[in-house]
């Protein structure tokens, strides 16, 4: 058997022996006969064709009648600055990703073959879809049957989890060629890992931001998404230890859901110099959906938040006619104040995807929030 990495030349041949060859002769289809290796090199290919993660048998996931296509895949590897481990895998939404497939050809390869890694959630209809290939590139030696070749494909994480984070899944797809009857989009593994949030700069205009925040706000600029019980942590540059933080203001919006009135959105806790401060975005008072506009009036189990900023949709309303998706503000006291604020950490609480535009510290506390028009049945 022959391990290839996927490097334009480098192929390492590897001999098994006894049970061992007999486990890797089955998996690759190996026809070379076992010989007499030292243990240290043994050890060595068997962790090069051992895969962090593995995929299951593949008569595990085809039935007899279909035929699985070109590549059997033994697996993958996750690494950013390390390899990663763990059940789920913790993924760092603002590094690159590296996902090392370890493919086993089960005919002679000698071009690209389509295939799909697919970031997805369950109970939201939200995913990104890289599209990749596996298979020898051009001016590279075809892949053999019973060679197990180890191809790196680089997956942008940050703009990844700007879609989708928190608990996800990473699926491998094959896209059977024309004329085979696997059909596109054959899932060879589904793996679940939890994907970090990552920040970007503020995405509302500043001169609607100050309007809302009033002036004298310290604004972080900084925006995310937050998905599935994600959580996120931003540092705050440093200011003098004197200048305590009276309140919070945040823009945001939510959408995938309904929160009652008045019930907590998100939990923020706030670390300075005086411990930390714990508050909560509700529902109606803080915050609320981004496209509340679309449904009849009265439909929704909550009240418009204070609308900081206000686009055109895309699509119509329920009813066909235009309708404006709402980016919204909300400013909560801290009581006492909080000296040198040094993070602020943002927690999901409610089963929604919520999109936070901007957040700013206010020097004195903001006025209290007014009262609610009252809850739609």
């Not at 679940?192 to 001169?207: I, K, Q």
């Not at 008045?262 to 706030?270: A, D, T």
């Not at 401060?277 to 109606?284: H, I």
């Not at 189990?301 to 009813?319: C, F, G, L, P, T």
Request: charged share 20%; net charge neutral; aromatic share 6%.
């Amino acid at each position: 058997m022959t391990v290839s990495q996927g490097k334009r030349g480098m192929r390492t041949p590897c001999r098994a022996a006894g049970a061992l060859c007999l486990l890797f002769c089955f998996w690759a289809g190996a026809q070379e006969g076992p010989g007499p290796l030292p243990g240290e090199e043994l050890d060595r290919l068997i962790r090069e064709i051992t895969p962090a993660f593995p995929a299951p048998y593949v008569q595990a996931v085809f039935g007899p009648e279909q035929d699985p296509g070109p590549l059997r895949l033994l697996g993958l590897d996750l690494a950013q600055d390390a390899p990663l481990s763990g059940k789920p895998p913790r993924v760092d939404g603002a590094k690159t990703l590296a996902v090392t497939a370890y493919w086993v050809p089960s005919q002679r390869i000698t071009g690209r073959v389509p295939v799909q890694l697919r970031f997805w959630l369950e109970n939201v209809a939200l995913a990104r879809t890289l599209d990749v290939s596996a298979g020898p590139a051009a001016g590279e030696a075809p892949w053999e049957p019973g060679v197990v070749a180890r191809q790196t494909f680089e997956a942008p994480m940050r703009e990844i989890v700007y879609v989708l984070n928190g608990a996800a899944h990473l699926s491998v797809l094959l896209a059977a060629p024309p004329g085979r009857n696997a059909g596109p989009g054959l899932t060879l593994q589904d793996l679940p890992l939890h994907l970090d949030p990552a920040s970007g700069r503020g995405r509302l205009r500043a001169e609607r931001w100050e309007a809302f925040a009033g002036p004298g706000v310290r604004t972080l600029s900084a925006s995310f998404r937050l998905c599935n019980d994600a959580a996120i942590t931003l540092p705050v540059p440093a200011s003098p230890a004197e200048a305590a933080v009276a309140g919070l203001a945040v823009s945001s919006a939510y959408a995938y859901g309904v929160v009652p009135q008045g019930n907590p959105v998100m939990e923020v806790v706030l670390r300075g110099a005086d411990g930390e401060r714990r508050v909560e975005l509700l529902s109606g008072v803080h915050t609320a959906r981004a496209d509340y506009d679309y449904f009849p009036p009265g439909s929704q189990r909550h009240e418009r938040a204070v609308i900081v900023e206000s686009q055109d949709a895309e699509n119509m309303d329920s009813a066909g006619a235009p309708f404006q998706r709402h980016r919204y503000g909300g400013r909560i006291a801290l009581d006492p104040p909080l000296r040198g604020v040094a993070s602020v950490e943002f927690r999901l609480r409610a089963a929604v995807v919520v999109d936070v535009f901007e957040v700013g510290f206010l020097a004195a506390p903001p006025p209290a929030d007014p009262a609610p028009k009252g809850t739609a049945p």
